[in-house]
C-alpha cells in the first residue's frame, strides 16, 4: 500500500504547496485536515475544497472550536495560566487539539507520517511533534518548511509552476497566529525590539486610546467555569467570543514582550487577547475571594508550572495531568459572580459575590458589630516571630 | 530611674491621644517618634511640637524618605515584589524603616518598650512587633488600641478631657495609609465587596477615563536600579516621585482585590501606587530581555516568596536576607532604557534596549541572515520528548 | 442541661486526673475518648473501666488501627512524607484521626468543648485544636495542662487526694508517643544534644549493631498502596505491622535530629519507624521505576509541602486536600514489586520489577540491541544549551 | 596552520584510539589534556607518555584534586545536592572542572575543537558540550564514539592495526566512572534492574554486613566547610579523602537506585561515595541545628534545584551562579561540630554543638527553668487556623 502521510493544513500558500512537495519528496499520499478552532477567515469547504485541488487525496475539515474552548481554554483559565506572567498561552493551547485530529485522521486513514508547516526555530513545532509522539508514538513527524528546505520562495515557484489555485500575494510583513483565545503577531518591523507596534498590527482590538463609553459586564463562574455573563448563560466558547467582542472594542487585552522561547532564544511577541485576559482577571479575583490563603499560595506555583508546562509542548505529559487534578480540586469552590469595567485597554474588577466567599465582613468589618477577638493576636504575634526572634538574638550578639 | 516607652508616632488623634494614655496606664515617660517615609501631610516641625504638647518627653523627627526608597522599596522593585500577583507591599514596605527608626531611638533614650497604632486585627501589629523583635528581642511591644481598649470614643473623649490641640473631627470614613511608594485605602463603603471603589476614594492618582495626553518615558536601569528618567538622572526617590507624578497623572496604578491578610482574614483594599506599578513593568519587561530563561523562571518563584514574606512581616529574617542575596544576583545584567506609554490607566512598555540585552536579532528573525541551525531542531525534539513519549507507550497501551 | 466535656483520653495519669480537673474547673460533665492507633499497651475495655472509676460520665474507645493505616498512615506513604526529609510524621498522623473521633463523639453527647492533654509549648496541641476547629468550628477546645495549670506534681496530688485508681509511680524520664507508624521519644537527657541516646531508649527496634542474619523481603504495591509482602496479600495495617517487626527486628528506623516545631523552637527528638521507613524506602524507588521525569521532580516539591502541612496540624485544609488529588494521581502507576534487604539499621532496595516500568531496557543498554538513536544527541545538545551559551556570549565579553 | 583539537584524555583505550582516530577523520593535530580529579590509577607522567606515544602533538596533565574539592564539591556539600534525594553527583561534578582544563588547553594551543570520549545517549555529552559552550561560545564539540562510529570493537582493531602501547584486555563488564567525591557502576548484569548487585562491583567501600568495631568521628564546619576532623585541621580534599577511608571501611554511601537521565531516559546505577555521604549527613544535621526554620524550607527547594541544574549539566549557567549566592548567605551561620558513628553502612549523628546553635535548652526543655511562656499558645492557635477555620465552616455547610 501507498504510504499516506496526515498534513496540518490551514489553506495557505505554505501547507497548500506541501501537500505536491510531500507527494514528490516521500511518494507518498497526502491527507489534509484542517482544524477550526475559532481562526476566522475562510469557510471550511472551501478550504477543503482547495486541498483537494492542491492533490490531496482526502482533506478532513473539523469545527473544533467548542472543543477547544471547553477542553483547552477552560483548564488554562482555571490556572490562571499567563506565560511569564504576561501570555495567556494562545498558540500553545490550539497545537494539542490540533495534534488529536491529525492522530485521529492518521489511524482512519492509515498514515504512518503526520507533516506540519512550522520551521525549525519556533515553540510549535516541539508542541506538534511532542504532542503526536505523546498520543500516537509510533507516527513519524515531518516538518517540509525545516526538513525538506520549502523556502518561501521554493513555495512560490512550485505553486506557479503547478499552477495551484492559491493567491502568491506578498506575504503579510507579520507571521501571524491566531484563535479564538486570542492573536499572535510578530517577525517583520517588531524585530527590532525598539521599535513600537503600530495600529496596523492588531484586528481583535480596537485602539484603547480612542475616547468610547466603558462597558460593564458580570462573568458568573461555577467551580472556575465561566457559566453566564449579564445573567445570560453561555458555553466557554460564547464567553470567550462574546468578551472577545466587548472587551476587543475597549481595546483590551494587548500584550507586548520579549518571551524566552522553549527552543532557548528570546523573541518579540505581541498578542492580543480581549476574552482571555477578561475571562483571567475575573476568575483571579474570584479565587481571591474563594480559595484559602494557604491554597491559593500553593496554587500559584503549580499555576505558573502549569503555564511553563504547556507553553513548552508538554500537554500531553504526566505532569500535566497532576497538575490538572490540583487546578480542578483548587477550583471546587470559584463560584459567584464578577462585576468588571471594560474600558480604555484595563478590564477592571469593580464587584465580587459569592455563596463560596471566605470573605466575613463580620470578621474584616472594623466597625461595631467585630466579631474578630483581638486579644488573641498577642500570642499569635509571640510565637509566630519567635524562630526570627531567636535567630536575631543569635545573629546581633555576633554582628 | 522612669521606664521609658517609644511611640511610633504619627501626628493623628490616636496616637497622640496614645501618648498620655500609655503615661497613666504605665507610669512610663513618652518619647514620640515620627518617621517621614514620603506620607505627605503636615511638616515633621509640626507633628514634632505636637508630640511635645501632647506630653511626651522627647519628640524625634526623621526624614527617611531616600532611606526608605533605596533599602526597602528598591529590594522590592528588583524582586517585581507584588503580593497576590497584585499588590506592591506600600504599607509592608514602609514598616521596616519606621521599626529600625524606634528601636534606635529606643537604645539612645533607654527605653524597655515600644508602642505603635496599630489595631489587633491587622497585618501591621504583626510587621512592627516582629520586626522590632527580630532588631532588639528584649524591648517589649504595646499596641495601646489593642491592648489597653484604646478605641476611638474614648481617645476623643480623652483628647476633649485633657485638652490636647488635636482637631477631633469627625473620622474619615476610610482607613488610609500611605507613603511614596503608595496608598492604601480600606473600610467604609468597601466593606461591602461588591461595592466599586468611588473617585473620592483617589488621591494619587487621576480618573484614567478622562480623555487626556498621553506620556512617554523612558527609564534607565543599570543592575536593576532606576537610574534615570528620560536620561536625566535620578535617585530612586526621585524616580518613584516623579513616576508617582506623571503616571499619576495619567490614573496608572489602581488596584482593588480582596487580599489574605497574614491574621488569616481575607480584606478588601484598594491600593494607588503609579510611580511603583510604573516602574515594576518597565523592570520586569527589562528581566525579559536581560535575564536567562532558567534564572528568570526560578527567580518567579523567589520573588513570589520575597513578596509574601515581606507582606508577613518577616522583612529582618534569616530566609530574606538569602533571597536578596539570589535576587542581587539576578539583577546584575538588569541595565538598560525600557520606553513606556502612561495613558488611561496603563503603563505599556513599547520598547526596550541594552547593551546586556540576551536578545539576539541574528537567532531571532526570521529574515534572511539568520544563524538559528534549524537542522538541530529535529533531534532536540526527539530526545526533549523522550521522557513523555515513553510514558506514553506504557498509557496508551493499559488506557 | 449540663455542659459537656470530650476528652482525648489515654489512660495515663495525666489524662485520668484531668477527668476530674476539668470538672471542677467547669462544671461540666466530662466523656472520656480513647482512640486505638496502634499504641499498644493496656486493652481498651481496662481503659474504658478506668476512665468511668476516674469520674467520666460516658467513656466511649474506637479500634481505628485500619482506619488509621488506610486514611493517615497511606496517604503520607504516598507522598513519601518526611519531614526535613527525614520524620514520617509519625505523631502528626495520629492526631486528625483521634480528632475524627473525638468531633464525632461530640457531637454524639451534645459536648459543646474538647479538651486534650497537650502542653502549650508542642505541636500537638495545635494539630488537636486546627484539626478541631476545622471539623467543627463551633466547638470550643481546653488543654488542662496549658490553660488549667494542671502539673505533673498538682496531678499527681489530685489523683491521691481523691484516691484515683491510677498507679503515681516515677515518670519515665522521657516523653513518648507511639502509634502503629512510629514512636517518638524526647525530653530527658536528650535535652542535651550533644549526648547520644542509648539503647534503653528504643523499643520499636533491636540494636542495628548487633550481628544477625539478614532478612529480605519483596513488597508488592497497587498503584501506590502496598498490597502484599513476599506474595502474601496484606492490609496495610497488616503491611505496617509485619514490617515493623521484621524491619525492627534489624534495627532498621532509628532518627536521631534537631527538629524544627510549628511553635518556633527547635527540639531533639528521637523516632523509631522501622515500618515506616521500609515501606517509604520502597515506594519511592518504585516511583523512580515508574513516574515519568518531571512529574517526579514536581511531586517532590508536593512532597515536601504535604508533609510540613501535615507537621504543622493542616490535615483538614483545603490545599492539603488539592495536594492529595496530585498525589493520588501521581501514583498512578505506582505498581510493582520492590525487594529490600533488611540488615544493620538498614532497609535497601536490591531489585524492582512492574509492569508499568519505564526503565526500557533496549533503550538504556550498552549492549547491542539498543534502540537508543544517538545522532539525535548533538541536535539536542546545542539547543538544549543555548538559553546558557548566549549569556554565556554576553557575560564572557563583559567578565 | 594545522587545526588543533583539544581531547580530554583518561589514558584507557577509547581516549587513547581517539587521538589517531581524530587526526585520520580530522587532519587535525591533537592535544590530550588528563586531569586528576582524584580518579586514582596511573601516575600522571605514565599518562601523559602514553598520549605522545599515541600520537599527540601534546600532553598536559593537571592534578587538579584540591581544586575539585574546593570549587566543586564543596558548593555540593552546602547544598546538600543529592539528586532524586540520593545521588551525591559523583559524575556530574567533575565534568565542569575538566571541562575548565580543556578550555585553558584549547586557549594555549590555540585549538578550535575539543573532543571526549562520550557516548551519544548519557549526561556527560551534555556536561561536557554545554559547559564548554558557556566557557567558550566559539568553540565546537565532537565526540568520536558518538560522532564518527568509533565502536569498542574498531577501536581494538585500530589499536592493534597501529601498535598503540594500550592493553586491550577484555572489557570490565560495567562502565565505571569515579573520582575522589565517589565512583559510579552502570551496565552489565546491572541493566536487568531486578538483579541485586554483587560484592565484586564495589571498591570505595567494604562490605556493610561484616562484622567490625565502630568508628566515631568529629567533624567540625565553618560556615558550611569541614575545617577539621577530630579536632586537626583538614582541607576539603583531606576531609573527603579520610572520610572515604574510614566510612568506606564500614561499608557507609552505597547506592542502588534507577535514575532519570537529562537524555530522557531511566538508567541503573551503583553508587559508592562514602566520604560524600558522610560529609552531606553531617552537614545537613548542623543545619537542622543552626539554620532557621523558614530559610531552611526554603532552601530545600533551593538545594532540590540545585542538584537538578548540575545533574543537567548547567554547572557554568546564569541560574547556578544566583543559586550560589542563596546557598553561600544560608551556610553563614553553619559552623560547629557534629559526631557521626560510621558503622554497618551508617553514618548516623549522634551529637552536636554549635557556637551558632538556634536551640534554645531553655525553650525546649520541659524540665523547670522553662522560659517558653505556654499562655501565648492559645492565641496563637487560633489566628493561625483562622484561614482553615473559615473555609471549614463554608465547605461543612455544604458538604
Redesign the interface.
Known amino acids: 500500500m501507498t504510504e499516506r502521510v496526515v498534513l496540518a493544513y490551514s489553506g495557505g500558500l505554505d501547507t497548500s504547496v506541501a501537500i505536491g512537495w510531500i507527494a514528490e519528496e516521500t511518494g507518498a499520499e497526502v491527507i489534509a485536515v484542517a482544524v477550526d478552532v475559532g481562526q476566522g477567515g475562510e469557510d471550511l469547504d472551501v478550504i477543503r475544497n482547495r486541498a483537494l485541488a492542491c492533490g490531496a487525496v482526502e482533506a478532513e475539515v473539523a469545527d473544533a472550536r467548542d472543543e477547544f474552548a471547553d477542553e483547552y481554554c477552560l483548564p488554562a483559565l482555571k490556572a490562571n495560566a499567563l506565560y511569564?506572567?504576561r501570555y495567556p498561552l494562545v498558540s500553545a493551547l490550539s497545537r494539542p487539539v490540533i495534534v488529536k485530529h491529525l492522530v485521529a485522521a492518521a489511524r482512519k486513514h492509515g498514515a504512518g507520517t503526520v507533516a506540519h508547516g512550522c520551521?525549525?526555530?519556533g515553540n510549535d513545532?516541539?508542541r506538534f511533534?511532542?504532542g503526536i509522539?505523546?498520543?500516537?508514538?509510533d507516527l513519524k513527524?515531518v516538518a517540509p518548511v525545516?526538513?525538506y528546505a520549502m523556502t518561501r520562495d521554493k513555495a512560490i515557484a512550485f505553486c506557479e509552476s503547478k499552477n495551484l489555485p492559491i493567491a502568491t500575494t506578498r506575504k503579510s510583513p507579520y507571521?501571524i497566529d491566531q484563535n479564538v483565545f486570542g492573536r499572535a503577531v510578530?517577525?517583520g518591523f517588531l524585530?527590532?525590539?525598539?521599535?513600537?507596534?503600530i495600529e496596523d498590527v492588531y484586528e481583535y482590538t480596537a485602539d484603547?486610546?480612542q475616547?468610547r463609553e466603558?462597558d460593564e459586564v458580570v462573568v458568573t463562574f461555577r467551580q472556575g467555569v465561566p457559566v453566564a455573563l449579564d445573567g445570560r448563560p453561555v458555553t466557554v466558547l460564547q464567553a470567550i467570543e462574546e468578551l472577545n467582542r466587548r472587551a476587543g472594542a475597549q481595546g483590551v487585552g494587548?500584550l507586548?514582550?520579549?518571551?524566552?522561547r522553549l527552543?532557548?532564544?528570546?523573541?518579540?511577541e505581541v498578542y492580543e487577547a480581549p476574552g482571555a485576559i477578561a475571562l483571567i482577571t475575573a476568575h483571579?479575583?474570584l479565587e481571591?475571594?474563594t480559595?484559602?490563603?494557604?491554597?491559593?499560595?500553593?496554587?500559584?506555583?503549580v499555576d505558573?508550572?502549569w503555564g511553563?508546562?504547556v507553553y513548552d509542548?508538554?500537554w500531553?505529559?504526566?505532569?500535566k495531568?497532576?497538575?490538572d487534578?490540583?487546578v480542578?480540586?483548587?477550583n471546587e469552590?470559584v463560584s459567584g459572580d464578577v462585576?468588571m469595567?471594560l474600558?480604555?485597554?484595563?478590564a477592571?474588577?469593580?464587584?465580587?459575590?459569592s455563596q463560596?466567599?471566605?470573605?466575613?465582613?463580620n470578621?474584616?468589618?472594623?466597625?461595631t458589630g467585630?466579631t474578630?477577638?483581638?486579644?488573641?493576636?498577642?500570642?499569635?504575634?509571640?510565637?509566630?516571630?519567635?524562630?526570627?526572634?531567636?535567630?536575631?538574638?543569635?545573629?546581633?550578639h555576633?554582628g
Chains 1, 2, 3, 4 share one sequence.
Not at 527552543?263 to 518579540?268: D, E, L, N, Q, Y
Open positions: 511569564m506572567d520551521t525549525g526555530k513545532q516541539v511533534e511532542v509522539s505523546s498520543l500516537a508514538p513527524c525545516r526538513d507571521s510578530e517577525t524585530e527590532d525590539i525598539w521599535n513600537a507596534p484603547p486610546a475616547p466603558a494587548r507586548d514582550m520579549v518571551e524566552d527552543v532557548g532564544i528570546k523573541s518579540r483571579q479575583e481571591n475571594v480559595v484559602e490563603r494557604e491554597l491559593a499560595r500553593f496554587k500559584r506555583t505558573r508550572r511553563e508546562l509542548g508538554q500531553f505529559s504526566p505532569l495531568r497532576a497538575l487534578g490540583f480542578d480540586e483548587a469552590h462585576r469595567t474600558h480604555g485597554g484595563r477592571v474588577v469593580t464587584g465580587r459575590r463560596e466567599s471566605l470573605y466575613d465582613f470578621l474584616a468589618t472594623y466597625d467585630d474578630f477577638d483581638q486579644s488573641q493576636a498577642k500570642g499569635f504575634i509571640e510565637i509566630y516571630g519567635l524562630s526570627s526572634k531567636i535567630a536575631a538574638r543569635r545573629d546581633l555576633q
